[in-house]
């Protein structure tokens, strides 16, 4: 028999009750991957490209090189409307947006095949200024949802022979991101791409460790 606060004696049945209670418990995390969604290698990155050309996937196509350029948050691309990346039919180089979750602006540059893929998508698709860029399927004048957005990467990430349980559409922000960082160590200009108010939240988001530092000072020789 064990004690309470206050060496109140507990009943043998109670402990052993409990006992049980708590080993059948099931974590909630059981069986899954948890944690930071690690990015995309340019190997991967360049498979995906490749896979959605062939099967000629305008749309799909046209978000994951976007993804991958503008490094935003899945609620921020979604969001983005003709006009905010091509105004009178003309693919921007860089574009400018409000972030939803700090309500600050980010900058983000578009490269020649994000640029080439959304010009094919938006003739396509015949889109106008005012339309979301990525309509919902049911209703054109909604964006796609992130739960729509989440299961279109799972499919692009199996595509190519990858475990879409271990990557997720933070993957994507993160890519470029990290090859950034990896090719420069400019931590400051990552924060600027990225968004971040704090400089401590992209060395999180990047995953940054003590390795990774004096991976970079070693490449510096005076």
């Known amino acids: 028999m064990m004690s309470r606060a206050?060496?109140?004696?507990?009943?043998?049945?109670?402990?052993?009750?409990?006992?049980?209670?708590?080993?059948?418990?099931?974590?909630?995390?059981?069986?899954?991957l948890v944690g930071q969604k690690p990015p995309l290698k340019p190997k991967h990155v360049w498979a995906i490209r490749t896979r959605l050309q062939l099967r000629d996937r305008s749309r799909d196509l046209a978000m994951f090189n976007l993804a991958i350029d503008s490094k935003l948050r899945g609620c921020d691309l979604l969001r983005l409307t003709?006009?905010?990346?091509?105004?009178?039919?003309?693919?921007k180089h860089r574009a400018t947006i409000r972030q939803q979750k700090t309500g600050r602006p980010v900058q983000f540059e578009i490269t020649e095949h994000t640029r080439r893929a959304l010009d094919d998508w938006i003739k396509m698709a015949a889109k106008r200024d005012r339309d979301y860029l990525f309509p919902g399927r049911r209703n054109p004048a909604t964006n796609l949802t992130t739960r729509q957005y989440a299961r279109l990467v799972a499919d692009w990430i199996a595509s190519i022979g990858l475990d879409p349980d271990a990557y997720g559409t933070h993957s994507l922000r993160r890519t470029?991101?990290?090859?950034?960082?990896?090719?420069?160590?400019?931590?400051?200009?990552?924060?600027l791409l990225l968004g971040h108010t704090k400089l401590e939240s992209t060395v999180r988001y990047l995953g940054i460790e003590v390795d990774d530092a004096l991976a970079i000072a070693e490449q510096v020789d005076i």
């Open 82 to 91: 003709v006009e905010d990346v091509a105004p009178y039919s003309t693919v």
């Open 176 to 191: 470029k991101a990290t090859l950034i960082y990896r090719r420069t160590g400019n931590l400051r200009a990552v924060q």
């Open 6 to 32: 206050g060496n109140e004696p507990v009943p043998a049945d109670q402990d052993l009750s409990e006992k049980t209670r708590f080993d059948n418990q099931c974590p909630w995390n059981k069986g899954k």
